[in-house]
T-cell receptor, first 113, second 112 residues
């Protein structure tokens, strides 16, 4: 099993550019989430989904959009990149929600210049 | 609101030393509690979990007990190894929803 696959692993953007971070899982998990990891801040939830067609905002949603058209995929879109979005982004999925534990991807390191 | 608080780091230990990393939480209802580990350059891995009061989670020599009376889930290991060097995150899922809330993480370095 591939688990949770994130692409790309590294990305450099210029301020104002847009891009999509890809996340795919092959475990048929209903729950998927996006987190950002910043030094001294831990992981903060950006958006999450409890199933195809259902998404909701997390703690830090501004500047990001998501959609969930299939169970497998949960892309994260940066609409107009800002230096404050420089971070490491993690996608995670779970079968039974938080109580079952989440499987994390290996992350995307994004730098906005 | 719901939150997770971890002790301040970083922590540096010698090999075979005893490890305790403190974690406390606030939540309404009865959350599930987790410890995740992040090795250098990797994503997070679930280390152990406990889903109800007095449960003990264990894995790879690490243990943590769900203490409802003190709202704590401290991580312990009797003898750490160099390979345990990583960042450790305490997390919980409060009540009925599926969102996972993390502490800020603590970096553990183990010297040979």
């Amino acid at each position: 099993n591939a688990g949770v696959t994130q692409t790309p692993k590294f990305q450099v953007l210029k301020t104002g550019q847009s891009m999509t971070l890809q996340c795919a899982q092959d475990m048929n998990h209903e729950y998927m989430s996006w987190y950002r990891q910043d030094p001294g801040m831990g992981l903060r939830l950006i958006h999450y989904s409890v199933g195809a067609g259902i998404t909701d905002q997390g703690e830090v949603p501004n500047g990001y959009n998501v959609s969930r058209s299939t169970t497998e995929d949960f892309p994260l879109r940066l609409l107009s990149a800002a230096p404050s979005q420089t971070s490491v982004y993690f996608c995670a999925s779970s079968r039974g929600g938080g109580t079952a534990g989440y499987t994390f991807g290996s992350g995307t390191r994004l730098t906005v210049v | 609101g719901d939150s997770v608080t971890q002790m301040e780091g970083p922590v540096t230990l010698s090999e075979e030393a005893f490890l305790t990393i403190n974690c406390t939480y606030t939540a309404t209802g009865y959350p599930s509690l987790f410890w995740y580990v992040q090795y250098p350059g990797e994503g997070l891995q679930l280390l152990l979990k406990a889903t109800k009061a007095d449960d003990k989670g264990s894995n790879k020599g690490f243990e943590a007990t769900y203490r409802k009376e003190t709202t704590s889930f401290h991580l312990e290991k009797g003898s750490v190894q160099v390979s345990d060097s990583a960042v450790y995150f305490c997390a919980h899922t409060p009540g009925a929803n599926s969102k996972l809330t993390f502490g800020k993480g603590i970096t553990l370095s183990v010297r040979p």
